[in-house]
């Protein structure tokens, strides 16, 4: 039986298993997918087991995405551009680290119908998933892509790594026509963004990576001004379909199910 797993610190609240073994028994797979918390020190022991096939595949998560790449033997252009890796197989006996938040983010735009060709992006966030989204709104070719972040030196590193951003600070306003959510902040029901949701007249789209719960703060407030928005439920989907695919080697169904499966 293949083994999979998805790392992280903390890991509890991943809903990858679900989604993965969902997906394993509706095409019949004989492998199981397991989430495991684990420190800096475990990182290499568990490259190490990919490498000895005692592993066939990892996803990587908060906040390992780029500390994982020094174990690893190769990267893929995706991770390279980025810095981070979320998904890792073994080719040809070497252990190989790609990025597949970036499609995901894609797509799930793409799935929202939005169109964000020379738009004027609010980023908010330089974390994790920041330097993915960032990657994709250039194949989308936004107009403008404003980063602001609570402590202003990760920005700043964001920064050296696509010279295009622009930065604000955590507080200041600016003018933009789509805003993206890429902080934790939403996850506790009392957090709020301070930005301007005001409509005057212009209806703007409004992103948020986090899907549970299924609407943000910074969600409501801007559907109380009229504007578009979306959650992250369908870029968790998609980044977790294209893990599988590399995997497996066939293309899991996202239908219904799938969607109630992390919604519940
Ligand atoms: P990491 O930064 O460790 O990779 P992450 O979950 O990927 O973790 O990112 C968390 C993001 O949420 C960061 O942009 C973080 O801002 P800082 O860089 O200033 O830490 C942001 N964030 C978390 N809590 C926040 C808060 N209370 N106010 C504002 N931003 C917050």
Avoid at 232 to 238: D, P, R, S, T, V
């Amino acid at each position: 039986m293949n083994k999979y797993l998805v790392i992280g610190n903390p890991i509890d609240h991943s809903l990858s298993p679900k989604l993965h073994n969902y997906w394993i028994n509706q095409n019949k797979i004989d492998a199981e997918y397991k989430k495991l918390m684990v420190n800096s020190e475990n990182l290499k022991d568990i490259i190490d087991r990919l490498k000895k096939g005692e592993i066939t595949g990892v996803n990587v998560t908060v906040p390992y995405k780029n500390e994982i790449i020094k174990h690893l033997d190769n990267l893929t252009k995706e991770s390279q551009e980025t810095f981070s890796v979320n998904t890792i197989f073994k080719k040809e006996d070497k252990i190989v680290g790609h990025n597949t938040d970036i499609a995901g983010f894609e797509l799930a735009i793409r799935h929202s119908k939005q169109n964000l060709k020379n738009k004027k992006v609010l980023l908010l966030g330089a974390g994790g998933v920041s330097p993915s989204i960032v990657f994709a709104l250039k194949k989308f070719e936004v107009n403008e892509i404003i980063i602001c972040n609570r402590t202003l030196s990760k920005a700043k590193e964001l920064k050296k790594k696509f010279n295009y951003i622009k930065i604000i600070e955590w507080g200041e306003q600016c003018d933009f026509d789509v805003a993206i959510n890429a902080t934790s902040l939403g996850l506790k029901e009392n957090d709020f963004i301070n930005i301007n949701y005001n409509n005057e007249g212009k209806e703007k789209f409004f992103y948020d990576v986090i899907y549970n719960p299924k609407e943000t703060n910074f969600l409501k407030q801007a559907k109380k001004n009229f504007h578009r928005t979306e959650n992250g439920i369908m870029m968790f989907i998609y980044q977790a379909h294209q893990a599988f695919t590399i995997w497996h080697n066939l293309m899991p169904e996202i239908d219904e199910n799938v969607i109630s499966i992390i919604n519940d």
